[in-house]
């Protein structure tokens, strides 16, 4: 099993910066990518970024040049960066950590951005 952990979310003004975390435990050694996804109000989830254990990377085109995903291993954790710049009214939602173990994805507990005008 992974367990995730997510951290950093909170109200920023638009055209501000925000970084979230999440952090992976358990079978870490199992984890073939992890991604970021997001959900507003009525709308459905949406990936957003996806780093794999190789570093290769992919955006939605809604965030591309304005969010940065990154990741640092240790041998028992797995930490996803998100670093969002330029955040815009539209990127409000909640953000979900994912962990893909073996095929399965494995979901955060989510964590709220705001971006206010």
């Known amino acids: 099993q992974v367990q995730l952990v997510e951290s950093g979310g909170g109200l920023v003004q638009a055209g501000g910066s925000l970084t979230l975390s999440c952090t992976a435990s358990?079978?870490?050694?199992?984890?073939?990518?992890m991604a970021w996804h997001r959900q507003a109000p009525g709308n459905e989830r949406e990936r957003v970024a996806l780093?794999?254990?190789?570093?290769?990377?992919?955006?939605a085109d809604s965030v591309k040049g304005r969010f940065t995903i990154s990741k640092d291993s240790t041998e028992n954790t797995y930490t996803v960066y998100l670093q969002m710049n330029s955040l815009e009214q539209e990127d409000t939602a909640v953000y979900y950590c994912?962990?893909?173990?073996?095929?399965?994805?494995?979901w955060g507990q989510g964590t709220q951005v705001t971006v206010s005008s």
């Open positions: 358990g079978r870490v050694f199992t984890i073939d990518a």
């Open positions: 994912t962990a893909y173990s073996l095929g399965s994805p494995h």
């Open positions: 780093i794999r254990r190789s570093g290769s990377t992919d955006y």
